[in-house]
């Protein structure tokens, strides 16, 4: 099974940027679609993006369509989550996930990591 850790979550004004890194060990992601999912408190947990494990084919929820990236690094068995143009709505727990086909359900992926904060202010 592969095994995720999330980070370089923190507090970021609005206009600003972060980039979040999801770890993989156990199994390369190489065979994996890595989806980004978000938490706001008092909401569903949503789908932000994903990234197919063998074309790198992309794909973006449309509040975030434009202002976030993925990309992934297959040597270093990671995944990223470039967020520009913050906005207080962005402030959530994010989340990578792994699972065999790209999905943009969130109950769809099978391995998740533990998530990490983002907060954005005004």
């Known amino acids: 099974q592969v095994q995720l850790v999330e980070s370089g979550g923190g507090l970021v004004q609005a206009g600003g940027s972060l980039r979040l890194s999801c770890a993989a060990s156990g199994r390369t992601i190489s065979g994996y679609a890595m989806g980004w999912l978000r938490q706001a408190p008092g909401k569903e947990r949503e789908f932000v993006g994903a990234?197919?494990?063998?074309?790198?084919?992309?794909y973006y929820a449309d509040s975030v369509k434009g202002r976030f990236a993925i990309s992934r690094d297959n040597a270093k068995n990671t995944v990223y989550l470039q967020m520009n143009s913050l906005t207080p709505e962005d402030t959530a727990v994010y989340y990578c996930?792994?699972?065999?086909?790209?999905?943009?359900?969130?109950?769809?992926?099978?391995?998740w990591g533990q998530g990490t904060q983002v907060t954005v202010s005004s």
């Open positions: 996930a792994a699972n065999s086909v790209v999905s943009l359900k969130s109950s769809d992926y099978v391995h």
């Open positions: 990234i197919s494990g063998r074309s790198g084919n992309t």
